[in-house]
């Protein structure tokens, strides 16, 4: 018998009308919204659409599951349909674009902080772009995000969230969810309300702030939850190299600075940290 969209009644498809009641408005960042029961990629669609002229700034896209989903560096990853949030959104950054950087990282600071408050959740950020949750007293990978231009002047931003994800359907022993992590609600709707909200408001702080994350509040919040600084770490650079030391803080450019046994310091703009040891106290 083919599924339909109520097949797993533990999870309910997302209320597109009622979404778009609490979200769109005249005062809002969010100007439209879509719920699809399955895309390749939010963040392909919603490029392409921008790249076409067929999306504005403020267009939201969702996406109950996907087929062609991808994080950093096009690695591909899966998830079954309604077990979390797979969204994009189109975004016309005013700040100078030497400071976009620090979108995806308002998107994980915005995360964290709709999802301590809706779930029930610490969530942590791993430099650059993981939400981190804790599973039998284990770090996992909960989410990402992803941001990519378009053109000179559009961004597109986007955040996968495993929210029921269960033990038996995770894709790697590293991935976790919500539910896992002991979330007191897994409704994906006030999750989705709440995370787009808080996007909006920081989205908001650091527009006012021309980009400078300091002078929004971003930094310091930003290092507050991000459990890569203080740890021994491993930095897999694009070219092949790698560098290991200690993270030791966010530079205003949004890049982690890694000292190395030797004192040096070093900022790294790109890469993927491997965490190898815990920060002192843990």
Same mark, same amino acid.
């Given at each position: 018998m083919p599924r339909n969209r109520w097949s797993d009644l533990d999870r309910p498809p997302l209320d597109e009308r009622a979404l778009r009641r609490a979200l769109l408005g005249e005062d809002s960042l969010w100007r439209s919204l879509?719920?699809?029961d399955e895309l390749g990629s939010t963040n392909t669609e919603l490029a392409r659409r921008a790249a076409a002229g067929e999306a504005e700034p403020g267009a939201v896209l969702i996406a109950e599951g996907q087929t062609a989903a991808r994080g950093r560096l096009d690695r591909a990853w899966s998830a079954p349909p309604r077990s979390g949030l797979f969204f994009s959104v189109l975004l016309r950054p005013a700040p100078p674009a030497e400071r976009w950087g620090w979108v995806p990282l308002l998107a994980g600071v915005a995360a964290a902080a709709a999802l301590a408050r809706t779930a029930g959740v610490d969530t942590g950020l791993k430099w650059p772009n993981d939400l981190l949750?804790?599973?039998?007293?284990?770090?996992?990978?909960?989410?990402?995000?992803?941001a990519e231009r378009v053109g000179t002047d559009l961004l597109v931003l986007g955040i996968g969230l495993n929210v029921t994800l269960r033990a038996e359907e995770?894709?790697?022993?590293?991935?976790?969810?919500?539910?896992?992590?002991?979330? @007191?609600?897994?409704? @994906?709707d006030?999750?989705?309300?709440?995370?787009?909200?808080?996007?909006?408001?920081?989205?908001?702080r650091w527009t006012a702030a021309d980009g400078d994350a300091s002078a929004a509040g971003l930094l310091p919040a930003y290092a507050a939850g991000c459990v890569t600084?203080? @740890?021994?770490? @491993?930095?897999?650079?694009?070219?092949?190299?790698?560098?290991?030391?200690?993270a030791v803080a966010v530079d205003g450019d949004g890049r982690i600075v890694i000292a190395s046994e030797h004192g040096v310091q070093q900022p790294v703009a790109a890469g993927d940290v491997v965490h190898l040891r815990p920060a002192a106290g843990e």
């Open positions: 879509e719920v699809h949750v804790t599973v039998d007293g284990a770090e996992r990978k909960a989410g990402g995000i992803l995770l894709p790697v022993p590293t991935a976790g969810s919500l539910a896992l992590a002991g979330a @007191r609600g897994t409704d @994906r006030p999750l989705l309300r709440a995370v787009l909200r808080a996007v909006e408001d920081w989205y908001g600084l203080g @740890r021994t770490v @491993r930095v897999e650079l694009p070219g092949g190299k790698d560098l290991v030391g200690e």
